[in-house]
């Protein structure tokens, strides 16, 4: 892998600004892929032998599948509306399985994500509404950050997992730093992972390290709006700078659908037990 960053793209014809592909990063699972659609633009794909999970991200859209379809979906101006209050900005996402398809029609200006991971077509197509979405607070003052499961171990799929964080100016998330690059449960999972950033103001920038145990990883990057970054393994904390918001949308996927972690034993003694 000759880097873990994605540096965003403006859209091709088809709207795309970032795409992730397991062969692209250099592993098995994770594939994801970010669209900027105008409005009545249309988008189509299979899924083949994947599974994938449509976060509306910001806009409007027509979402159909195979056998189900949605007329109306999207309420976000923008992944930062109404930050005091994250608790009334969470998104619509659609969920469908391997062997199907979608089509997307944008009824505004629309920013998707596409997050893939491999699928045995186990589940049906469904809705997956804001009110579906567990939210919860973690950490305590600079290390207070904000979590929307879109898609947890505890929902319906075959390998996905996916959840967004917004992490208040100055704060620290995915911190103290952990990892889960192991398969060894029930103390650790292997997820692999991907880091979607978006920035409030978008001129702005956050910092992410990558890094492992022996060494063989360590990567401090400066990401900006749009930037993916990508977690093969280690260790992966992120800074957000004073005056700039960050937002971030996670994909992991691995062997086995459980999110077990290791704390880095150098930091753990910052919080013993993760709130």
Not at 115 to 122: K, L, M
Not at 134 to 161: Q, V
């Amino acid at each position: 892998m000759e880097s873990l960053i994605s540096r965003s793209q403006p859209p091709n014809s088809e709207g795309m600004i970032q795409k992730i592909t397991p062969e692209s990063a250099g592993w098995k699972y994770v594939g994801f892929e970010v669209f900027k659609l105008k409005s009545g633009q249309f988008l189509k794909q299979e899924t083949a032998d994947r599974e994938v999970c449509l976060v509306l991200l910001t806009g409007k859209a027509r979402v159909k599948t195979a056998h189900k379809s949605w007329e109306k979906l999207g309420e976000r101006d923008s992944v930062f509306t109404n930050s005091s209050n994250l608790i009334s900005n969470r998104p619509f996402a659609v969920y469908v399985p391997s062997k199907d398809h979608f089509f997307i029609e944008a009824l505004t200006d629309l920013e998707l994500a596409i997050c893939s991971a491999p699928g045995n077509g186990t589940f049906p197509a469904r809705l997956i509404k804001p009110d579906d979405m567990s939210f919860e607070n973690r950490g305590k003052g600079t290390n207070t950050r904000h979590i929307c499961n879109i898609l947890p171990e505890t929902a319906d799929a075959d390998s996905l997992l996916v959840v967004e964080v917004i992490t208040p100016n100055g704060n620290w998330s995915s911190y103290p730093p952990h990892k889960h690059d192991s398969d060894n449960l029930p103390e650790e999972s292997f997820l692999e992972e991907t880091y979607y950033h978006r920035i409030n103001p978008s001129q702005g920038f956050a910092f992410q390290r990558v890094y492992t145990d022996d060494g063989s990883i360590d990567e401090t990057m400066t990401v900006k709006n749009h930037d993916v970054v990508m977690v093969p393994r280690g260790y992966h904390p992120v800074g957000a700078p004073h005056g700039y918001d960050l937002y971030y949308l996670n994909v992991m996927a691995g062997p086995k659908r459980v999110w077990r972690f290791h704390d880095d034993k150098e930091h753990e003694w910052i919080t013993k037990e993760r709130q």
